[in-house]
């Protein structure tokens, strides 16, 4: 009985851990406004970056997602990093934000509801979603070299969106 609850309890997992389209979200951005996640996604393609000040790989990411947002902005799409610190963390993230010249948004979740809503496994944990709201691509981690996987998932996503018009 105990392996069949436990049997159940993993394939139930595997299910949740599938998720292929993004759940309702609130989110509260850095400069201090909110904003739900759909209304970011509807406008065009998101890559989203789950971070944290503490996550060497996740910092050295960021950089390249940097890149990526300025590289792509004029065709529609948008990097959102949502930082996992703790509340008490938060003027540490605007000010490393702000010192790093960072031109993507960034919202924060000390909470972590978010990360998990999404079944998020490691740091940094990125999303690809299209304007549907439909998980296209997901990634655990961070070595370089990810940020070219990242940049042809990109084109692939802005390359079908330009077919389809």
């Not at 997602?65 to 949502?82: P, V």
């Not at 940094?124 to 990242?150: A, C, M, Q, W």
């Amino acid at each position: 009985m105990i392996r069949l609850i436990v049997l159940s309890g993993l394939i139930l997992n595997f299910l949740i851990a599938q998720i292929d389209q993004i759940p309702a979200i609130k989110l509260k951005l850095a400069d201090g406004s909110e904003t739900a996640l759909e209304e970011i996604y509807h406008t065009g393609p998101v890559l989203i970056d789950f971070w944290a000040l503490w996550c060497a790989p996740c910092l050295k990411a960021m950089r390249h997602l940097d890149d990526l947002q300025e590289k792509y902005r004029d065709q529609g799409l948008t990097i959102l990093g949502i930082n996992l610190d703790t509340e008490r963390s938060q003027s540490k993230v605007r000010s490393y934000i702000r010192s790093k010249g960072y031109g993507f948004t960034v919202a924060l979740d000390p909470s972590q509801k978010s990360y998990r809503r999404l079944n998020g496994t490691a740091m940094p944990f990125t999303l690809l979603v299209n304007s549907t709201g439909k998980i296209v691509y997901r990634h655990s981690g961070y070595v370089p070299g990810d940020e070219k996987i990242f940049d042809t998932e990109i084109q692939s996503i802005l390359s079908s969106l330009e077919q389809s018009q």
